[in-house]
């Protein structure tokens, strides 16, 4: 791909057209096959990490009993 074929579309104005698999930057309609079936990536992408997620692993160790 040429440097003048590349272009940055923000993860928010960012869609993705379910019928075609393009990307493009239109909410209306995809710009390559002008379908209107899109998904904003930012929704599916751009998550916030909870808490649970951020919290590093923790495990407890107990000594193990023998009978």
Do not use: W
Request: hydrophobic fraction near 35%.
């Amino acid at each position: 791909m040429s440097f003048y074929k590349m272009q940055h579309i923000p993860l928010s104005s960012a869609y993705l057209c379910q019928d075609c698999n393009c990307v493009g930057n239109c909410a209306g309609q995809c710009p390559a096959c002008a379908s209107t079936v899109l998904l904003n990536l930012a929704t599916v992408l751009d998550r916030e990490v909870s808490a649970e997620e951020e919290q590093t692993s923790n495990y407890s160790y107990y000594t193990e009993m023998v009978a």
